[in-house]
């Protein structure tokens, strides 16, 4: 027997967020593991992943990508 299992999909590097909690683009607080937050690349650079917690969906609070100041809903 063995631990067959335990490991899974183990091919190529993976990316663990997992030690670092995201923090929400528009309010600044830590999104915390299990909320229905939403994680998208920011659509006028590309090169920042935006967070934004479920509070700041419901109430539509605008973010800002920190790399180019792209301001949107
Ligand atoms: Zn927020
Ligand atoms: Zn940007």
Do not use: D
């Amino acid at each position: 027997m063995g631990e067959a299992g335990f490991q899974e999909g183990s091919k190529g590097p993976v990316i663990v967020e997992a030690s670092t909690p995201p923090i929400c683009s528009s309010c600044g607080r830590i999104v915390p593991p299990g909320e229905k937050a939403v994680k998208f690349y920011c659509p006028n650079c590309g090169a920042v992943l935006i967070w934004r917690c479920r509070k700041c969906r419901e109430l539509v609070i605008p973010y800002k990508c920190p790399n180019c100041g792209f301001e949107g809903p």
